[in-house]
């Protein structure tokens, strides 16, 4: 069990490992849009804007409406 374990953290850290930058430029409105909505989710919005890409890129980003 402890050996599946290790094995299920190395990939979880592999897939989570941030080793790139990428630096845009957006509007203000929409920057104060997702830090307000990074409020909301409790996280900081450098994490919350990296978790909807990521969710974006992998399909699996979901229309609430």
């Known amino acids: ?3 599946q374990t290790k094995a299920h953290r190395a990939a979880a850290d ?3 490992k941030k ?3 990428l630096n845009i430029r957006i ?4 920057l104060k849009n997702l830090q307000a909505r990074a409020l909301e989710e409790g996280v900081p919005y450098q994490n919350f804007a ?3 890409l990521h969710k974006f890129v992998s399909g699996r980003l979901v229309d609430p409406r």
């Open 14 to 16: 592999a897939t989570f």
């Open 27 to 30: 509007s203000s409105r929409d």
């Open 19 to 21: 080793d790139q930058r």
């Open 50 to 52: 990296a978790s909807v």
């Open 1 to 3: 069990m402890a050996k």
